[in-house]
């Protein structure tokens, strides 16, 4: 069928295009199909990052097309890294990020450890489990804001109910204090079920044997654990923590849902920050310089841990 199809194709070509595309090399064809791709990256990603790195230069302001456009050197990296209130949105985000990988990991491991057992209702499980990771994260944020409303929210009686006040006029959401946890919160129970699924990944990727080796070697089932399961799976755990820490770094929705970064600035995270110098002040060259910043640092991050990553497959 497929000869047929060719042939076909082949006596519907025009003579002339024909002998131009026999001319042709395989490498020269291989660029033809590849240039719209490239084309398109360099239209989408490159040009915008080199355009906003230059804009970074500059004390432009989008809402002010007609004014003149200064260069102002590296007067926008130093204002950024010299600002307290900067760094105090790194350490809101480093908290959301340090925190809700632990919970992410420890018990998306957990759960892909109990489901790898066969047991009756196991892909039923499984499914209900990766039901919040199907959901839009302005679905999740309307939800969860609902559950944290004072009176009707869960989570504001037990808090309430440990703390001893009044649940009808107490809010986790409304806190300095429980803000930033009950975004953790939020965060551990969409996107658990992503690390799950790799982690199931990684320990049905080892094989059998193994384990059967090690039972001939009179192992315990805790030692089979930390010296096959947890060494075999590590790769599959470090690749979920790189793609949750990525995504993390850029928390923005569930953020602007939940709280708006309030109360105060408890959960102004740096992609809140970031839009309110761009959007609501429209310093453009300023939150340019802010943006290539976290760019740097999200690359130079994620660089490292992958070569981690590398040496640790290699073992």
């Not at 929705?253 to 109360?263: A, E, I």
Request: glycine content about 6%; charged content about 15%.
């Amino acid at each position: 069928m497929a000869d047929k199809a060719m042939d076909r194709i082949a006596k519907a070509t025009p003579p002339g295009i024909a002998k131009r595309v026999r001319g042709l090399s395989d490498r020269t064809i291989a660029w033809i199909f590849v240039a719209p791709s490239i084309f398109l990256l360099l239209a989408v990603n490159i040009f915008p990052l080199i355009w906003t790195i230059r804009l970074s230069f500059t004390n432009f302001r989008v809402n002010r097309i007609n004014a003149d456009v200064k260069w102002v050197g590296l007067r926008n990296y130093e204002r950024i890294l010299t600002d307290p209130d900067i760094w105090q949105t790194m350490q809101a985000t480093a908290h959301f990020l340090i925190w809700t990988i632990f919970f992410q990991v420890l018990i998306g491991f957990t759960l892909a450890y109990l489901i790898n057992k066969k047991f009756r209702g196991n892909d039923m499980w499984t499914t209900i489990i990766v039901l919040p990771m199907m959901l839009s994260p302005a679905v999740v944020g309307n939800f969860w804001t609902f559950l944290y409303q004072p009176q009707i929210g869960l989570f504001n009686y037990v808090v309430s109910f440990f703390s001893g006040v009044d649940p009808a006029s107490f809010s986790m959401i409304g806190s300095v204090n429980l803000a930033p946890w009950a975004i953790v919160i939020v965060d551990t129970w969409m996107w658990t079920p992503f690390v799950m699924l790799i982690c199931l990944a990684g320990l049905r990727s080892i094989p059998g044997s193994i384990y059967e080796a090690a039972e001939c070697d009179r192992a315990s089932k805790w030692r089979q654990f930390w010296t096959i399961t947890i060494p075999m799976v590590l790769p599959f755990l470090m690749m979920a923590v790189l793609f949750r820490g990525i995504e993390n770094f850029k928390m923005f929705d569930l953020v602007v849902q939940l709280t708006g970064g309030g109360p105060g600035s408890a959960t102004e995270v740096t992609s809140i920050n970031l839009k309110r110098e761009a959007f609501e002040k429209w310093r453009t060259g300023y939150a340019s310089a802010y943006a290539v910043i976290l760019f740097v640092t999200i690359f130079g991050l994620a660089s490292i841990y992958v070569k981690a990553l590398n040496k640790v497959k290699e073992r």
